[in-house]
C-alpha cells in the first residue's frame, strides 16, 4: 500500500508570511495529488488537486507543486490570514481519487500567528 | 444543493453493544467510502461502494465492522459488540463517479465507546 508522509507536523507562521507543507509518497504509480483542509470538529474539504501530467496548479493564494521523479508534492499559502489556521492533509492515489479510498497522511497543523 | 449527510451525529455506546451509523450521499454519486479518523489523525479508509456493489473492504478492522449499500444510494455501517479502541469519528464521502475526483465528505459520526 501507499506510504503517505507529511512535513511538517505543526507549522506556525505570521499573518501574511507564506507557509510551505511537504508530502512525499511511495507508490510510483500514484497519478492524482489532492490536499484536503479541516478545521476543528469540521470536515475536510478539498482545497486543491493536482493530477500526474501537470507540474503546478494555482488558485488564488494557494499552490501545488508535484514533483513525481522525486515522488513528493507539496502545497503553498501566499499572504496567510487567520482563516487559514487548520489542519492539512495530503492523500495521493493511484487511480484518481473516484474508485479508491484515499490514503491520507498524519496531518499538518498550521497555525497563523496575528 | 444538499450535502452529504450523516446520522446521528453523536454515538455513546456501551462496551459490547451495536451500532448503526448512516450516511446519505449526495444524489446521484456512484462512489461511496467510509472512513475512521481518531483523534489528532487522518481519517484511514474503511471501504468503498460503486453504487451497491462493495468493491473493497480490506480497511475494515475486523469482522465486527459491516457496510451496506443496498440500493446503491444511503449507506450504513454496523459495529458489533464496540469496544473502547472503535471510538472515532467516523467519516463518509461521496464521488460522482469512478476517476480522479474530488471526495465530498459528511460532517461525521462520533463515536465514544464506554
Request: net charge negative; proline share 14%; no cysteine.
Given at each position: 500500500g501507499e506510504n503517505v508522509e507529511q512535513h511538517p507536523s505543526t507549522l506556525s507562521v505570521q499573518e501574511g508570511d507564506s507557509a510551505v507543507i511537504k508530502c512525499t509518497y511511495s507508490d510510483s504509480a500514484s497519478n492524482y495529488f489532492p490536499w484536503y483542509k479541516q478545521e476543528l470538529g469540521k470536515r475536510p474539504q478539498l482545497i486543491i488537486d493536482i493530477r500526474s501530467n501537470v507540474g503546478e496548479k494555482k488558485d488564488q493564494r494557494i499552490a501545488v507543486t508535484l514533483n513525481k521523479t522525486a515522488k513528493h508534492f507539496s502545497l503553498h499559502i501566499t499572504e496567510?490570514?487567520?482563516?487559514?489556521s487548520a489542519v492539512y492533509f495530503c492523500a495521493p492515489s493511484t487511480s484518481g481519487g473516484g474508485a479508491d479510498g484515499l490514503t491520507f497522511g498524519k496531518g499538518t497543523h498550521l497555525i497563523i500567528q496575528p | 444543493g444538499a450535502g452529504v449527510s450523516q446520522s446521528p451525529r453523536y454515538k455513546v455506546a456501551k462496551r459490547g453493544q451495536d451500532v448503526a451509523l448512516r450516511c446519505d450521499p449526495?444524489?446521484?454519486?456512484?462512489s461511496l467510502f467510509w472512513y475512521q479518523q481518531a483523534l489528532g489523525q487522518g481519517p484511514e479508509f474503511l471501504t468503498y461502494f460503486q453504487n451497491e456493489a462493495q468493491l473493497d473492504k480490506s480497511g475494515l478492522p475486523s469482522d465486527r465492522f459491516f457496510a451496506e449499500r443496498p440500493e446503491g444510494s444511503v449507506s450504513t455501517l454496523k459495529i458489533q459488540r464496540t469496544q473502547q479502541e472503535d471510538s472515532a469519528v467516523y467519516l463518509c464521502a461521496s464521488s460522482p463517479?469512478?476517476?480522479?475526483y474530488e471526495q465530498y465528505f459528511g460532517p461525521g459520526t462520533r463515536l465514544t465507546v464506554t
Open positions: 496567510t490570514q487567520p482563516e487559514d | 449526495i444524489s446521484g454519486h456512484v463517479r469512478e476517476g480522479p
